[in-house]
């Protein structure tokens, strides 16, 4: 800890020409005392550390349900499983739903690519 102090005040002059904080100084001072004394270590192994598991999948998480849209996400989903489909555009006002369409489109697709969509 006194060696990151040390540090820090050297950084703050060089850089700042700035003193440190009149806390962090206190704090320097009663750890040189012995005030506060040394704090043990914590060592973690590996196995004490949980995984990140990897996300399910790339897309973003669904926030809304798509209500009433089932014969377009059918639609969209049918001619994107087509061999002939290398893109497909959804068109209209703002608004009304096209990105929900697609997020809800490639979530049904997820089977399909193994490496996501």
Known sequence: ALRQYD?????????LD????????ALARAIRSGE???????RLD???VAPHPAPATNLPARMNR????AAHLDAVVARLRR??????????PGGVGKTSL???AAG???????DGV
Request: a negative charge.
């Open 7 to 15: 540090e820090c005040v050297r950084i703050l002059r060089a850089e």
């Open 36 to 42: 506060i004394g040394a704090v043990e270590s914590l």
């Open 66 to 69: 798509l209500i009433g849209r």
């Open 46 to 48: 590996a196995a004490m």
């Open 18 to 25: 700035a003193p440190p904080d009149a806390a962090t100084e």
């Open 102 to 104: 697609g997020m809800a």
């Open 108 to 114: 049904e697709l997820l089977p399909d690519f193994a």
């Open 83 to 92: 061999p002939d489909t290398r893109l497909l555009t959804l068109t209209g």
